[in-house]
């Protein structure tokens, strides 16, 4: 038998031990799938129907205008006229609601004689991100107000600057289009590392590497024949998590889908090195179950998936260099929502195959190291 | 049920934890890392958003328009071009998400009081992030005015906005509560299902079955060390938190220890529970683990993603999920300080699901006995 053949051999043996357990189906399409609902649905930071309550001293045109713009803009939803202050305090304590907004007496008077008059709004800051996008939102809406209340009537001073904003590549600002793609991604990572490295330590668990061990078949044939399975299999997740997203989300993708294919290649090469890696450093399956979950959350939460890296401090903004995930999505994104082609997104593909190529160098030496 | 049988159940567990040193590191070194990383690393706060500057007026009160981004500390102004396409080139390569087009008669405008309009464009495709931008470019707007006139002109309308409970909105006030449910979700959950499966796969259970052990003490012993490290965790996560990280614990100490141990022991119970529907197979009882305690701990617990923004349905399963009822009463206990009035509907939550779990348990491992 020459080299081809046994590492065909052992492809052929992988495949028929991993599809044989029916769980196993389940495993390898059945949870990815469940993850894609999930992590769609919920991975979401649109804010939407805020919980408000109005305290209105004022109730003239004016007032009434302003609530009317708030209701109006699907942002907030106003469920509770307070008759008290005291009220305010007691609904935010109870988490009634998220958002209190209150309009002084002489609300209307005082825009008339265009004496400047504050609005009191007060948020809900347990949930950060929340409070933060309400503020956002009301000051966009009052500042509208403003602006046309101001241009209106005579101005006297300088009225504030109209900023026309346009949103590019996501005009809707569905926060799903961008997460989408990003939960693909992390999918694959998470099902590709776990996979292998779990089939590498099990044959050592269980005992039949020492049989493989003593056929003809060479550490590196054994190391692909092990690692081409789960290639296939990972390109196999990809395209039906990414046609789920695609169908059922109504994600478009804007450009190449030829160009993503050779992403999702080099991404599942440097992948699969670091489940190969994990396997060389284990030796049970719970060990290596550990590792993959120790290696998975941080990768996540340092990739730009969820939180932006341009905010983290300089010495993690270095770290998210080793992680592959990083890349991809760059890429994921920039074909889905961008359609960006090879020309932008080279430097991702280069830095994904260099990492790919160190990490199978440095597992394989391992691995043989291991075996000998 | 015999104290003795537990103990000495107890006691071979802790000695098979001790002889793998590697599981118990990563056990007791996940919850610091990823404090470490919620703590210091991520955040959803939107700082140094990078900007592009067109100004065609290239005059004094254009300029100060941009000064004004600048020191806002949340723009970080990365460029100046001088043509439309430029801006193409830096919004699709990531180097810019907000570019700003000063016209031509912008100072002319501005002067005459007439509204002078400059044009923004933000890359949306991360439509968090560019909200709070656009919110931020809104409160500029109002200011300017006042900047350039140098005498005190307040807006016309000037929104006065007061955060509680959380007044810098530190997104780690928000993350550090919540992620002790994680914590303790992922790794109990985790590390239990697979020794009990572990001893499944190896025939070593069948062994302590013929011994004069019974269920509920079997799982009763076996529980018993997990708790203890699930506890440990919870110490170490509630130390570093409050010590390290300056998140504030504004409840009673007690309250939050005498909560944790409910969910904890529901925890543990549940990873007994998936070792024995997982008919002893590892990889089995991982994937149970991961899809039915880490994933909803991580996402349909209302940890980082607010449950009311989800659709109706996944709402309506959150509530299956302790994990639910124990990020509410962290975050209450933490940041509001709430007490057992407000609390005690979690805490029956959390004592019910416990209790069926672990009679679910000793009723399952009954039936696989015979």
Redesign the interface.
């Known amino acids: 038998m020459n080299m081809r053949e046994r590492i065909t051999q052992l492809i052929v043996k992988e495949f028929i031990q991993t599809l044989r357990d029916r769980?196993?189906w389940?495993?390898l399409f059945g949870?990815p799938i469940?993850?894609l609902f999930?992590?769609g649905?919920?991975?979401?930071?649109?804010?939407?129907?805020i919980?408000t309550a109005l305290y209105d001293l004022d109730r003239s045109q004016e007032s009434r205008e302003l609530a009317r713009r708030l209701e109006a803009s699907g942002y907030f939803n106003v469920r509770y006229t307070p008759q008290f202050p005291g009220e305010i305090r007691d609904l935010?304590?109870r988490g009634e609601v998220l958002c209190a907004i209150q309009i002084n007496r002489n609300f209307a008077k005082d825009?008339k004689k265009?004496i400047?008059?504050?609005?009191?709004?007060?948020?809900?800051?347990?949930?950060?991100?929340?409070?933060?996008?309400a503020?956002?939102?009301?000051?966009?809406i009052?500042?509208?107000?403003?602006?046309e209340?101001?241009?209106n009537t005579v101005?006297?001073?300088?009225?504030?600057?109209?900023?026309?904003?346009?949103?590019?590549?996501?005009?809707?600002?569905?926060?799903r289009?961008?997460n989408v793609p990003g939960v693909i991604a992390s999918i694959i990572m998470i099902t590709c590392i776990m996979l292998t490295s779990?089939a590498i330590v099990?044959e050592r668990e269980v005992g039949t590497m020492e049989q493989l061990m003593v056929t003809p078949i060479r550490p590196v044939e054994l190391m692909l024949g092990k690692t081409i399975p789960f290639a296939i299999i990972g390109l196999l997740d990809m395209f039906v998590v990414t046609l789920a997203g695609v169908l059922w989300f109504g994600i478009t993708i804007k450009g190449s889908p030829l160009l993503l294919l050779m992403g999702t290649s080099v991404y599942l090469l440097s992948i699969l090195g670091i489940g190969l890696f994990i396997s060389t450093i284990?030796k049970?399956?719970?060990?290596s179950?550990?590792?993959t979950?120790?290696f998975n959350?941080?990768a996540m939460?340092?990739s730009g998936f969820?939180?932006?890296i341009?905010?983290?401090?300089a010495i993690?903004q270095y770290i998210t260099y080793l992680n592959p995930l990083r890349y991809f999505l760059?890429i994921i994104?920039?074909i889905f929502?961008?359609g960006?082609g090879f020309e932008?997104l080279w430097p991702q593909m280069a830095a994904l195959f260099i990492l790919g190529t160190v990490i199978i160098t440095i597992s394989s030496f391992r691995f043989r190291k291991r075996l000998g | 049920m015999r104290f003795l049988r537990i103990k000495a159940i107890a006691k071979k567990e802790l000695i098979q934890i001790w002889r793998?040193p590697?599981?118990l590191t990563?056990?007791l070194?996940?919850p610091v890392?990823?404090l470490f990383?919620?703590g210091?690393?991520?955040?959803?706060?939107?700082?140094?958003v990078?900007t592009i500057v067109y100004d065609q007026d290239r005059s004094s009160l254009s300029r100060e328009?941009v000064a004004q981004f600048r020191e806002s500390g949340y723009f970080t102004v990365v460029a100046q071009v001088d043509k439309y396409k430029d801006i193409d080139a830096y919004?699709?390569?990531?180097r810019a998400r907000v570019a700003i087009t000063i016209p031509y008669d912008?100072s002319k405008k501005?002067r005459t009081?007439?509204?002078?309009?400059?044009?923004?464009?933000?890359?949306?495709?991360?439509?968090?992030?560019?909200?709070?931008a656009?919110?931020?470019?809104?409160?500029i707007?109002?200011?300017?005015?006042q900047r350039?006139?140098a005498r005190t002109?307040?807006?016309?309308?000037?929104?006065?906005?007061?955060?509680?409970?959380?007044?810098e909105?530190?997104?780690r006030?928000?993350i550090i509560p919540g992620l002790i449910a994680v914590i303790m979700s992922?790794v109990v959950a985790?590390?239990t299902s697979?020794?009990v499966a572990?001893e499944w796969e190896r025939g070593s259970m069948e062994q302590l079955i013929s011994t004069p052990v019974k269920a509920s003490e079997l799982i009763m012993g076996k529980l018993a060390p997990y708790f203890a490290i699930g506890f440990t965790d919870m110490v170490l996560a509630v130390l570093l938190g409050v010590t390290l990280f300056g998140v504030p614990l504004r409840g009673d100490i007690v309250l939050l220890v005498v909560l944790s141990s409910i969910f904890l022991f529901g925890t543990v119970s549940f990873g007994v529970l998936i070792s024995i529907v997982a008919k002893g197979?590892?990889?089995?009882a991982?994937?149970i683990a991961?899809?039915s305690t880490m994933?909803p701990a991580f996402?349909?617990s209302g940890f980082?993603?607010?449950i009311?923004?989800?659709?109706k349905p996944?709402q309506v399963i959150t509530y299956i999920f302790p994990a639910r009822y124990f990020v509410t009463i962290l975050?209450g206990v933490f940041?509001?300080g709430s007490t057992l009035t407000l609390l005690w509907k979690e805490g029956v939550m959390l004592a019910m699901a416990g209790a069926i779990v672990f009679f679910l348990a000793i009723r399952k491992l009954h039936k696989r006995i015979d």
């Open positions: 769980r196993r389940m495993l949870a469940i993850q999930l992590f649905y919920v991975v979401t930071t649109d804010v939407n129907n919980s935010i304590d825009l265009r400047p008059t504050e609005i009191q709004v007060i948020v809900d800051g347990t949930d950060s991100n929340t409070a933060m996008v503020l956002s939102h009301v000051t966009k009052i500042t509208k107000y403003a602006g209340y101001a241009v101005s006297t001073v300088f009225s504030p600057p109209d900023f026309r904003t346009r949103v590019w590549y996501n005009p809707d600002l569905k926060s289009n961008f779990m099990r284990l049970t399956q719970q060990q179950l550990l590792a979950m120790f959350m941080p939460l340092l969820m939180f932006p341009e905010n983290m401090p993690f760059v994104r920039g929502l961008k960006n932008i | 793998d590697l599981s990563i056990a070194l996940m890392i990823q990383i919620y210091y690393a991520i955040t959803f706060d939107v700082n140094n990078t328009l919004l699709d390569s990531n912008f501005v009081g007439s509204q002078a309009q400059v044009g923004v464009i933000i890359d949306g495709s991360d439509s968090n992030t560019a909200t709070i656009e919110g931020y470019i809104a409160a707007s109002l200011r300017y005015p350039i006139t002109v307040l807006p016309v309308m000037d929104p006065r906005t007061r955060v509680w409970f959380n007044p909105l530190k997104s006030n928000f992922v985790l590390l697979l020794t572990r197979s590892q990889s089995v991982s994937q991961i899809l994933l996402l349909l980082l993603f607010a009311s923004n989800m659709p996944l975050k940041l509001k």
